[in-house]
């Protein structure tokens, strides 16, 4: 089992910065052996997207609407994961989710929510103008 918990959102202007955090955990999520962990989106009557997501490696991979702008972190000890989000535009009003994949896989081309089981409750962004 993986448990993820998300935290960071909130309300920002539109060109804001915002980051958000994700605590991994869970007796499955052994930060040596491979792993893929994914931040999500899901706006309003959207479907969830994939955002960012990042290998125990280090090898990221980004969405082109937010290359540039958006960064996906991890801290050394591998048990949180982060998304720096900079200059926010309004289609960026969603609710936020941090995501894992099977212990033990790499990410390979694995971007879409049915290759991530594990999932925090989420988090909230609201980008205003």
């Known amino acids: 089992q993986v448990q993820l918990m998300e935290s960071g959102g909130g309300s920002v202007q539109s060109g804001g910065s915002l980051k958000l955090s994700c605590k991994i955990s869970g007796s499955s999520y052994k930060p040596y052996n491979p792993y893929c962990v994914a931040w999500f989106r899901q706006g309003p009557g959207k479907e969830r997207e994939a955002v960012a997501r990042?290998?125990?490696?280090?090898?990221?991979r980004y969405i082109d609407s937010v290359k540039g702008r958006f960064t996906i972190s991890q801290d050394d000890a591998k048990t949180s994961l982060y998304l720096q989000m900079n200059d926010l535009k309004n289609d960026g009003t969603a609710m936020y989710f941090c995501?894992?994949?099977?212990?033990?896989?790499?990410?390979?081309?694995?971007?879409?929510?049915?290759?991530?089981?594990?999932w925090g409750q989420g988090t909230q962004v609201t980008i205003s103008s």
């Open positions: 990042i290998d125990r490696d280090g090898y990221t």
């Open positions: 995501a894992s994949g099977q212990p033990g896989l790499w990410c390979r081309d694995r971007f879409s929510a049915i290759n991530f089981p594990y």
